[in-house]
């Protein structure tokens, strides 16, 4: 039987298009202090945000957030080592965000061109490349892409072009390269591919958890510190009560903990973060797609949440390198 753990809420977005749509808490170079976006400020928005959260884990007395607006809607956004911009997957374009001034610098442009209505979802750091995906934004077509942006020759490299919502990713060393997990969420499938990042290219797909007759579905993932475990935010559409994400053996697909967000059913992404002396796990919420009368039921939708975990250490969290 998995172990539980009910967590508390830990920030509530006074601005109701920051509780839409929050993903990917990352951990600045500055204690205490996280980033996460919102991808849209509401169901007709076009555009996002990037935010950074201060907190201590025994006081929530300190917890402040300021956010910062961008030119479109963000699947995602990691600090660099400059300790001033972040790299953001944003709509079509990667680029380098500063929030303190606002400038916005395009690097990489056309992702996803053959396709209409797709934009950038999910992704990660490994070494000096991005890996990441896009989503279909009616959900419904196999039709977006799963990309490496290699670094060493600033290549942009489509791995595939079957998915409809990439969401969770992680990279694993093996014996003889990198394993590349992957989920696009509507298969509610968790699969690996060898990952050959100098022939920019995936090996035979795999299938590491099947979720398919869950309610849920799984969103974004990270390793847990030692590798060989999966922890899963998971999206329940039409649940009213208690929210999910679970840790996942990837030795043999168990399950080993569940961490439970009271009245918020639609968990987006975890992270492991260092604060005060303790690793907390960070669990961001989403409202979107929720009609008045569930959210008068999910009291707590579109909230961040933290909880205690067993860990020691945390899953290694790069900086882009400007």
């Given amino acids: 039987m998995p172990h539980y753990r009910t967590v508390r809420m830990l920030f509530r977005p006074a601005v109701e298009g920051l509780r839409f749509l929050p993903e990917g808490p990352y951990p600045t170079q500055h204690n205490g202090e996280v980033s996460w976006v919102a991808i849209q400020h509401g169901p007709k928005s076009v555009f996002g945000s990037i935010n950074l959260l201060t907190f201590t884990e025994e006081s929530l007395r300190g917890v402040q957030n300021r956010s910062f607006d961008l030119p479109g809607r963000p699947g995602f956004a990691f600090p660099c080592d400059d300790d001033l911009s ?14 303190q001034t606002g400038s916005w610098e395009v690097f990489c442009d056309g992702i996803d061109s053959d396709v209409e209505n797709t934009i950038i979802n999910d992704g990660m750091i490994w070494e000096d490349n991005l890996i990441f995906g896009t989503k279909d934004l009616e959900f419904n077509n196999r039709k977006a892409g799963l990309y490496l ?7 942009l490299i489509r791995l595939r072009n079957d998915q409809i919502c990439s969401n969770g990713k992680a990279i694993r060393k093996l014996r003889d390269g990198v394993e590349l997990i ?13 990952l050959d990042i100098s022939a920019g290219r995936l ?39 208690t929210g999910e994400t679970r840790w996942y053996s990837l030795d043999d697909g168990q399950l080993v903990e569940i961490w439970q967000t009271p009245g918020s059913p639609q968990n987006t992404c975890p992270n492991l973060v260092s604060c005060d002396g303790k690793i907390v ?42």
């Fill in 203 to 241: 090996g035979p797909r795999r299938i590491l958890l099947d979720l398919t007759d869950d309610p849920a579905v799984p969103d974004g993932a990270i390793l847990t510190p030692d590798g060989r475990g999966l922890i899963v935010s998971m999206f329940h559409p039409t649940d009213i009560g």
């Fill in 86 to 99: 972040f790299v953001v997957g944003l709509e079509r374009s990667l680029g380098l965000f500063t929030p």
């Fill in 149 to 155: 942006y290699r670094g060493c020759d600033r290549s």
């Fill in 281 to 322: 796990l960070l669990i961001t919420t989403a409202a979107e797609n929720m009609t008045p009368e569930r959210l008068a039921a999910c009291a707590n939708a579109g909230c961040i949440f933290v909880g205690e975990t067993g860990f020691e250490r945390v899953t290694p969290m790069p900086l882009w390198r400007c």
């Fill in 182 to 194: 992957d989920i696009d969420s509507p298969t509610r499938q968790v699969c690996a591919y060898d």
